[in-house]
């Protein structure tokens, strides 16, 4: 562990009141910024900065200003929040809706300066049938959502906000997205837990939240749901043990852990408090003297590894978001396996009927299978730059952390079969990853707002963009999207294919795009705008940025687009000279 890392952990651990207060080593102005940014990837710069202020540290470099100034900000803003929130949960209640608040506010009370615990949202559960109810009272305070209201009682969740921007609600019909197969299982455990509620003061508004067993058990599921995509930060371990800590009495572990036990989250639970004991001095969680989870049996500095390196919620780096691809697909294959043999069998080699509309051709010759295969693999081991947002680092992420999902017995039955994976499947895995649910990770970093790299696999658009070599940057398809437009959208069979717009027509007044790739002469008809995920905003080709304006991008744009009869002969003269070179 590096000193920065050490130093982050003992002031966090003073700053939430169970630390010794103990000498700090002596630290270089790089070392400080580390400790800063450390606690502002992991939410809890107010903590650090305020407990760094009680210390009266004198030798404080200029560069703390800044990070006092923003702490401030923050713990304003969040003074702000609270009582917005608190205003609006009583006028729920005078509507007669009384939701669920999980975590935030109630993890916040646990602090000894709670606004210091910062929270971007607030996560509401409310009742089956309350959706409507519920969308009214919220609309009727002044809040806005951008669904739809015919989806909102058919959506998971769905998020409010206010104009001035203090307010920002999820509001849940579940505690967990019932459609994932890696986690959805977890809404099992709380099908009762309005008639278990507890109720809460907190500043003379009462709340109504989970009772200590269900809150405990849910901020567990919760940190493992993210441990499944990217990881996520040490706050959640702060809540966790804090939580643990002054509920202890009240829980009841027999249930916890049989729960626990279900979804295999024993042993990391027990790394959880084994973290929260020795490096953030909060005492593991006693029952009758004794401890009410096995001990941790996995090393649990690998976990407090990766969750120093994933920030909140496993956003530190783009590769690591896009990881959650590969560690939710090995879960999800691992409970589709859920007899535990051979389960990589399937992952890596699937039968006929799981390729065929991937591979067409198998539909006609079944034989072709192993070809199949090897045209799966090449695909896969073809995603390589080295972009931190790239495939080739997300898939490593990836590996890696698949790894430790395994580790912690989350993964490959290691812990629940007898004994660790095959090094014959580790090897296969090695080999070859499946990145549709990747793609799926960079479509939902795209739907955020952000942009993405994704590197070329395949000929449909050469010579616009190279198989192996070339790379599109993505960004949201905002505005009208137009003939000429390479765009990224997903199949009625699921499959993600980068093609270019060669016609825009409206059908009985709605929007479809003809798609074609540049190498292709036969369109893709009737495309529905949902089905654009992401719109090319520059590309990377042979090493050199092309973006829109330049006249590499033009032609292709004004003029490829317009010759579709005239592209056979040309692109066999263009196969031919490359070829001679």
């Known amino acids: 562990m590096t000193l920065c890392a050490e130093t982050f952990l003992q002031l966090l651990s003073d700053a939430i009141g ?41 030798a404080l470099p200029s560069s703390f200003r800044p990070f006092l100034r923003r702490a401030m900000r923050i713990v304003s803003i969040q003074t702000s929040r609270t009582a917005a929130f608190l205003d609006l949960y ?26 210091f615990r910062f929270s971007a949202d607030e996560d509401l559960l409310i009742r089956p049938g309350e959706a409507a109810a519920c969308h009214r009272a919220l609309t009727a305070y002044g809040l806005t959502t951008e669904r739809a209201e015919k989806e909102i009682s058919r959506s998971y969740e769905t998020g409010y906000a206010s104009a001035d921007g203090l307010l920002s609600l999820e509001i849940h019909r579940t505690p967990f997205p019932p459609e994932s197969a890696a986690y959805g299982e977890y809404n099992r455990f709380f099908t009762k837990a309005y008639e278990s509620a507890s109720t809460v003061s907190v500043d003379g508004t009462l709340l109504r939240t989970f009772s200590p067993t269900d ?109 959650s691809g590969i560690t939710l697909e090995a879960v999800e294959k691992e409970k589709e396996n859920s007899t535990g043999k051979a389960s990589w069998r399937r992952l890596f080699f699937p039968p006929a009927a799981e390729l065929r509309e991937r591979y067409p051709y198998l539909k006609k010759h079944p034989y072709l299978l192993p070809a199949a295969w090897v045209q799966r693999a090449f695909r896969y081991l073809g995603l390589r730059n080295g972009a931190d947002n790239s495939a080739a680092q997300a898939l490593k992420i990836g590996r890696e952390r698949t790894q430790l999902l395994r580790e912690y017995g989350l993964v490959g039955g290691a812990k629940d079969k007898g004994g660790a994976a095959t090094a014959e499947a580790e090897t296969a895995e090695k080999r070859i990853v499946d990145t549709g649910a990747y793609i799926s990770s960079l479509v939902e970093l795209v739907r955020d707002g952000h942009e993405v790299s994704l590197p070329v696999v395949g000929s449909s658009m050469v010579p616009f963009l190279g198989d192996g070599r070339d790379r599109v940057f993505l960004q949201k398809p905002e505005g009208r999207l137009k003939k000429g437009d390479v765009v990224l959208y997903q199949r009625d069979n699921g499959d993600y294919v980068l093609h270019r717009i060669c016609r825009v027509r409206k059908r009985d007044g709605t929007e479809l795009f003809d798609l074609v790739g540049d190498a292709q002469t036969r369109i893709e008809p009737g495309i529905r705008r949902e089905q654009i995920c992401a719109k090319a905003a520059r590309i990377e080709r042979k090493g050199k940025i092309r973006e829109p304006g330049s006249l590499y991008w033009w032609i292709f744009q004004h003029i490829w687009v317009n010759i579709l009869p005239m592209r056979r002969p040309v692109l066999k003269i263009y196969s031919t000279i490359r070829r001679r070179r």
Request: charge should be negative.
């Open 18 to 58: 169970t630390g010794q207060r103990a000498g700090l080593p002596l630290l270089s102005e790089e070392d400080w910024r580390g400790v800063f940014s450390l606690a502002e990837q992991h939410h809890v710069l107010p903590l650090i900065v305020d407990e760094v202020y009680r210390r009266g540290l004198s």
């Open 90 to 115: 009583r006028h729920l209640s005078e509507q007669g809706l009384e939701p669920i608040v999980m975590k935030g506010l109630i993890c916040r009370e646990l602090y000894p300066n709670p606004d």
């Open 215 to 323: 809150h405990l058990l849910y901020l567990v599921c919760h940190a493992m749901k993210h441990f499944l995509h990217g990881g996520f930060g040490i706050r959640q371990v702060c809540d966790i043990c804090l939580f643990a800590r002054k509920h202890e009495e009240e829980i009841d572990w027999n249930r916890l852990t049989a729960c626990l036990k279900e979804i295999r989250g024993t042993e990391f639970a027990a790394a959880l408090f084994a973290i929260g004991e020795k490096y953030l001095q909060i005492a593991a969680p006693r029952e009758n003297g004794e401890q009410p989870l096995p001990a941790a049996e996995a090393d649990p500095e690998n976990l407090l590894s990766d969750i120093l390196e994933s920030g909140v919620y496993g956003a530190s780096t783009l590769s690591r978001k896009h990881s």
